[in-house]
């Protein structure tokens, strides 16, 4: 969601350099893009050999001069570092106890003493146009290589669908918490009504440490879908799968802005998180979702028990998905014609 703002910066300062500071995932991800000069990887949680921990981070962004750093995270991290690092200007939000550590303090806006729910797109956007961007707007965008390609291509075509469509990719997965999880039951179920339906070449698709999930998916079809389970796909080649398939069904996660990224039709289930956060004026997006008294709860773990426990994703039903799923699939068929 902080492409159309990389994007806005890189036409905006087109003769500056532009270094990304990011974990190692997101560079996979931006991979190809070209909206940065240099990329820095750093995973707070690791520590460094040469110069340990943000000090060592801070020391090592210091010797470059740098004339300006953007933030786009909320953590009182990133805002110590860029000041460890000396960086005369450093724009961010004011928020998390950071702001004596900023130059440019920008205001949140709050109700009740929360932040207020607010489009990811418009909030990262407005930290471009206090830089001097035209409103950068909520069109993402990515890049796969042509090798990725290829080797997704390789891969179904091992599995004997290279030539099937539709291609439909299934992400059960979540790594925000188990409360986000549809049932791997209705997965399972809405894959096979696929299949049969309309022939679809199934993939269940999953990143490191969701495996299980994805194989127990599998194990529960039985029409014939495909697990990218052994080796799971790296995030350049997941960008390729997305970008290849027809259709993405998913819960509200990740994968879902990738489909957007590269204009695939995507359903996602929203059980308790808030859809204001990550909304985007696109058009071949079906939220599924059902109203429930305790929610949006934003709890990574539900906290009821009994009949009631997860109910705001237990209220979707399989029904539910499939038509939303099938609506997108017969526009993608039209539009293929």
Known sequence: MASPVLRALRERFGRAKIIHLARPIINDLLEGCGWA???????????HRRGRGLLGLGSQLRRRRLDQAILLTNSFRSALVTRLAGIPSRVG??????????????????????????????????????????????????????????AIERRLAALGVADRRPLVVICPGASFGASKLWLPERFAEL?????????????????????????????????????????????????????????????????????????VPVVTVFGPTHQGWTDTEYPLERKVAVAVECGPCQKKACPLEGPQRLCCMTGVTVEMVAAASEELLAGRQVEAT
């Open 37 to 47: 000069d240099e990329v820095i990887t750093w995973e707070p949680k690791r520590k």
């Open 93 to 150: 939000y004011d928020r998390d106890g950071r702001g004596l550590l900023l130059t440019d303090r920008l205001p949140v806006t709050r109700v009740d003493g929360r932040v207020a729910v607010t489009r990811m797109v418009d909030y990262y956007g407005k930290l471009a146009e206090h830089v001097g961007c035209d409103p950068p707007g909520d069109r993402l965008e990515l890049v796969a290589s042509h090798e990725d390609d290829a």
């Open 191 to 263: 894959g096979d009504l696929l299949i049969e339906k309309h022939g679809a070449a199934l993939i269940v698709s999953c990143a490191p440490g969701e495996e299980a999930i994805a194989r127990h998916i599998g194990g529960l079809m039985k029409r014939g879908g495909h697990v990218f389970d052994d080796p799971v796909t790296t995030m350049s080649e997941f960008k390729s799968l997305i970008r290849r398939c027809d259709l993405l069904v998913n819960n509200d996660t990740g994968p879902r802005h990738i489909a957007k990224a590269f204009n």
